[in-house]
């Protein structure tokens, strides 16, 4: 299954928005979770990712997970609300699960 054109479109414009990095021009360019880790600091108003961009990809992932994690609003179980597998794999539809999920914590906090 793969992300409709035009939702993908408009999550990366939400991306570009942040100016948090180059402007994003397709979902995949996200796999590496730099910018979301930067969209993190910046809704924290921190720079605690800045250490976490030095890592790897599956530390960067984590760190993400681990932030949606904690700060969801309904926990209803343990696990991460992304598969980090499939993130790994360039899932387009994981990756744009991810975004979403940052845009929503975005506008609540």
């Given at each position: 299954m793969?992300?409709?054109?035009?939702?993908?479109a408009a999550l990366l414009s939400w991306v570009n928005s942040l100016h948090v990095a180059d402007p994003v021009e397709a979902v995949l360019?996200?796999?590496?979770?730099?910018i979301f880790i930067k969209i993190i600091d910046r809704i924290h108003g921190?720079?605690?990712?800045?250490?976490?961009?030095?890592?790897?990809?599956?530390?960067?992932?984590?760190?993400?997970?681990?932030?949606?994690?904690?700060n969801r609003k309904h926990p209803s179980s343990?696990?991460?609300?992304?598969?980090?597998?499939?993130?790994?794999?360039?899932s387009e539809l994981e990756l744009a699960k991810m975004t979403m999920l940052l845009l929503y914590h975005s506008t609540m906090s």
């Open positions: 793969t992300l409709h054109a035009t939702r993908g360019q996200l796999q590496d979770c730099s921190t720079e605690e990712g800045q250490q976490i961009l030095k890592q790897p990809v599956s530390e960067r992932l984590d760190f993400v997970c681990s932030f949606l994690q904690k343990p696990e991460c609300l992304v598969s980090a597998q499939k993130v790994l794999e360039g």
